[in-house]
């Protein structure tokens, strides 16, 4: 199958402690999380919980961002500066990092739609946005594969995360390697993953690579600028379509007239959202295997992350979410 025989690198993803991993939440419980458990095989975590790192108890009086402080509304105690301190110091001390799964809507975990209120009492919040913690985050690590646990839920989302994650992880092993004929391996392999991701970015690496400099700490620093440019938002459905098609002309001489016509109807299902991308890349690997086509089975597109995790991907449902 193209892509499973290569022993995918395990991204680093630091995640939110009370994700399944500790009853750290402000009333002491955890919130077991499947898709994480799953991944759990796959990634090596790093958990941590920026309140009980500050010194806050378990359970503890809930916190809230009022206006642009972090504070607790039971005690009137304040830790906006103690949980800034905090994360510039955690997030400073991380190292070859992939991605980050967060909680959602916590004041401090948080990467969006985070209740911002505006005194300490009210139940009506005046806006969103994201946690302390969040925040610094976002600011910090833009480019790499950052997540909360509710948009996670959506398929699509998902599918992105992944692939974004485990590329990265790919792309760092590739640097640390200081092989520029690893880093031309890995642009080869993600040739139909970049297409489908973002055509004008896949031209500038290609341009990278063809007017390398003699120096690969600059060749690999400025194509991992445009690696998560490139990965920075989700593909839309026409170029994925516009790939498949792509790869079914390495085949449509060799097929047969009704496995010519199946194809073209899966597409017709995919293009009106009613099958995912999975459904047609499974046709398309087994002919890839039948067929024995060397330059696509080694393409990162039909298999961007491990295959475990592709059915708690493609549900069906999420277009366009
Ligand atoms: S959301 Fe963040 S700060 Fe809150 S309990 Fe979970 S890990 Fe701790």
Redesign the pocket.
């Known amino acids: 199958m193209p892509n499973s025989s290569k022993k995918m690198v395990k991204p680093k993803v630091v995640v939110?402690?009370?994700?399944g991993f500790a009853k750290?939440?402000?009333n002491g419980t955890t919130?077991p999380d499947s898709f994480i458990d799953k991944l759990k095989k796959h990634v090596n975590f790093i958990?941590?919980?920026?309140?009980?790192e500050i010194g806050l108890n378990?359970p503890r009086p809930p916190i809230r961002i009022v206006n642009n402080r972090l504070v607790q509304p039971k005690t009137g105690r304040d830790f906006t500066d103690k949980m800034n301190r905090f994360s510039e110091k955690f997030l400073n001390n991380l190292k070859n990092v992939d991605g980050f799964i967060?909680?959602y809507k916590?004041?401090?975990?948080?990467m969006k739609n985070v209740l911002i209120y505006p005194n300490k009492d009210t139940r009506k919040a005046k806006s969103q946005g994201p946690?302390f913690?969040g925040k610094k985050v976002l600011e910090r690590f833009k480019g790499l594969s950052i997540e909360d646990e509710g948009r996670l839920r959506n398929f699509r989302i998902r599918e992105h995360f992944l692939t974004r994650l485990f590329t990265l992880a790919d792309f760092r092993k590739v640097k640390k390697s200081k092989s520029i004929q690893k880093l031309l391996d890995f642009h080869t392999r993600n040739k139909f993953l970049l297409m489908a991701y973002n055509q004008k970015e896949l031209r500038i690496l290609g341009q990278i690579l063809a007017n390398q400099a003699n120096n690969f700490s600059i060749t690999a620093d400025e194509y991992e600028e445009h690696l998560r440019l490139a990965l920075s938002r989700m593909p839309r459905y026409t170029s994925n379509i516009n790939v498949l098609l792509h790869a079914y002309n390495h085949f449509s001489k060799k097929l047969n007239a009704k496995e010519k016509k199946y194809f073209h109807h899966l597409i017709d299902e995919y293009r009106d959202a009613k099958i995912p991308l999975s459904a047609i890349l499974v046709l398309l690997k087994d002919w890839v295997m039948r067929f024995d086509d060397k330059f696509l089975a080694k393409q990162t597109f039909f298999q961007p992350y491990p295959e475990d995790l592709i059915s708690i991907t493609d549900s069906g449902k999420g277009r366009n979410k």
């Open positions: 939110s402690k009370c994700l750290c939440r402000w919130i958990p941590v919980c920026p309140e009980v378990t967060l909680k916590s004041p401090s975990c948080g946690g913690f």
